[in-house]
């Protein structure tokens, strides 16, 4: 890794130099164990097994799989949104059982000056059992090795720990506000009411204030806000008002706020049916679409303007 092997082993003087390279192949292979400096090293084999470490070949493939996990949510996001679980899967992937908290366990080492030769956190120094047969006997051999890609794994591990972190926070941040923006009446009135405020000029709430609740309670509901929102981040503010505006106005007419007259029941009349062809409300302006950055006066001082002229 870098320039250099992810392994290095200790071998003894009986060994032969052909031997160095299948030692270290064999030993990043099957995996290793820590123990530490100041403990003896366990007979059974059982005890040096509750000590192995068998991550360190395939930090690549699950900083790839990270990678994939943080763009995978896009593609499904409709049907499941996957938040979290990543910290608690770094945790099992590093068989830090003794912290029930990873980054936070690591941090304190380091800040306390706790060394990796006491805390097993990353080990540099490791030991690795091989059988070798020899003259058809099975001999057992220990050697010492040094995992130099642990120098760097431990401190990718700690910067992904951190990133995930403030990304659980951010995440939890978000779906706070949102469910203080979604879920209450008042929060969905206010988000229906500005849309149509924008959408029209003449609009006063003080008289459409029962159709208005009916509105946002009823017609919209509370998965059409979802939607509404949605679409104003991904749209932009001007394509929710226009949605909003045609919303309301064929609300209007559902509920008959636009009554007609005898003259307009007679042109409305289709022959040879008892069905009305009921014409739109009027037009209006809209400030979202002509213009966006003027106030509710400045359009007024427009209008005259543009009327004195015609």
Request: with cysteine; glycine share 4%.
């Amino acid at each position: 890794m870098l320039g250099g092997k992810p392994i290095e082993c200790w071998l003894p003087a009986e060994y032969k130099d052909s031997w160095e390279d299948y030692t270290e192949i064999y030993c990043w292979a099957r995996n290793t164990y820590w123990v530490s400096f100041h403990a003896n090293i366990p007979v059974e084999e059982q005890n040096r097994e509750n000590h192995m470490i068998s991550y360190y070949q395939w930090t690549p493939f699950f900083l790839v799989i990270c990678a994939f996990m943080f763009y995978f949510p896009c593609l499904i996001w409709r049907l499941f949104y996957d938040r979290s679980g990543r910290i608690f899967l770094m945790n099992r992937f590093l068989q830090t059982d003794d912290y029930s908290i990873y980054g936070l366990g690591v941090l304190k080492d380091i800040l306390m000056g706790k060394p990796w030769s006491e805390s097993g956190n990353f080990p540099r120094v490791t030991y690795c059992d091989m059988d070798i047969r020899i003259l058809g006997n099975v001999q057992k051999h220990t050697v010492q090795c040094v995992l130099v890609i642990n120098i760097f794994t431990e401190k990718v591990f700690i910067l992904l720990w951190i990133w995930y972190t403030v990304l659980a926070l951010v995440s939890a941040t978000s779906l706070f506000s949102w469910a203080y923006s979604s879920f209450p009446f008042i929060q969905r009135k206010r988000f229906i009411l500005r849309r149509l405020e924008l959408a029209d000029i003449e609009f006063n709430r003080k008289n459409f204030k029962a159709e208005l609740d009916k509105f946002v309670r009823d017609y919209v509901k509370m998965d059409g806000v979802f939607v509404l929102k949605m679409l104003t981040i991904h749209s932009g503010i001007l394509v929710c008002t226009e949605v909003v505006d045609v919303m309301w106005d064929a609300f209007l007419a559902e509920i008959g706020k636009y009554p007609l007259s005898e003259d307009e029941l007679k042109k409305a009349e289709i022959p040879g049916s008892d069905l009305l062809e009921v014409p739109r409300p009027p037009p209006r302006r809209k400030i979202s679409v002509l213009v966006p950055l003027l106030c509710k006066s400045g359009i007024s001082g427009y209008r005259k303007k543009f009327s004195a002229k015609s």
